[in-house]
């Protein structure tokens, strides 16, 4: 039984159309195509194919982006709390809530 892979959105890169031509070279004597292909069909698939990467990466970096801004969210929630903790310390000290301690001597 052969194992089934999960999909991830990714698809592999598939060959192109094969298109007929009359011959395999081009003016100048060089090969005119890539194993039948025009050199018009790969650049349109290969663009492709770059395209959708792209888009994959690009939705990849959204995610990613969104998830930190989650949590750039909560850390500043956390120091909002922190600062107002400690501004209230700061606070009670300044207002001479230490009274009561006795006094350093004078050496």
Known sequence: VPLKRRNRGITPPQAPPPVPQASARNDRGGLRSCHGYSSEVLETHFAQQIKQTAAVSLTHM????????IQVKELA???????????????????????????????
């Open 77 to 107: 929630e956390r120091s909002s709390a922190n600062v107002q903790f400690l501004k209230a310390w700061r606070d009670l000290l300044k207002g001479g809530h230490h009274a009561d301690m006795p006094a350093a001597p004078d050496s």
């Open 62 to 69: 959204l995610h990613a982006t969104s998830v930190m801004a």
